[in-house]
C-alpha cells in the first residue's frame, strides 16, 4: 500500500514559522498532483496549496505570500514552508497525492494529518 507520513507540526507563536513535510512510500510509479488541505475546528477541510509533477503551484488566497509548497521528485515527498503564521492558520494539515501505482491505475492517497496551532 501507498502511505503518506506528515510531518512538521507543531505549537508556534504568531508570526513564526513551520515547515511540513510528507513522505509518500510503497510500490510507486510516479506521483501527479500533490497537495496540503487544512481542517479547522467546526470548519470544512480546504485545500490550501497544490503543486502538480511539473512544479506549477497554486495557493489558497488566505495563505498567498506567506505559504510556499514544492515538492522533491526524486523522494517522494512534498514540502509547505508556512511563514508569518496567523491564528486563523491553526488546523490539522494534511497531504495528499495522486499517485500512479501500476500502469493506468491511479489512488488518491492522504496522510493522517499534523496539528499546526497558532498562539501566543
Known amino acids: 500500500q501507498v502511505q503518506l507520513v506528515e510531518s512538521g507540526g507543531g505549537l508556534v507563536q504568531p508570526g513564526g514559522s513551520l515547515r511540513l513535510s510528507c513522505a509518500a512510500s510503497?510500490?510507486?510509479?510516479?506521483?501527479?498532483?500533490m497537495g496540503w488541505y487544512r481542517q479547522a475546528p467546526g470548519k470544512e477541510r480546504e485545500l490550501v496549496a497544490a503543486?502538480?509533477?511539473?512544479?506549477?503551484?497554486n495557493y489558497a488566497d488566505s495563505v498567498k505570500g506567506r505559504f510556499t509548497i514544492s515538492r522533491d521528485n526524486a523522494k517522494n515527498t512534498v514540502y509547505l514552508q508556512m511563514n508569518s503564521l496567523k491564528p486563523e492558520d491553526t488546523a490539522v494539515y494534511s497531504c495528499?497525492?495522486?499517485?500512479?501505482?501500476?500502469?493506468?491505475?491511479?489512488?488518491?492517497?492522504w496522510g493522517q494529518g499534523t496539528q499546526v496551532t497558532v498562539s501566543s
Open positions: 510503497g510500490v510507486i510509479f510516479g506521483i501527479n498532483d
Open positions: 495528499n497525492a495522486d499517485v500512479i501505482v501500476r500502469f493506468g491505475v491511479r489512488r488518491s492517497c
Open positions: 503543486i502538480t509533477y511539473g512544479g506549477t503551484t
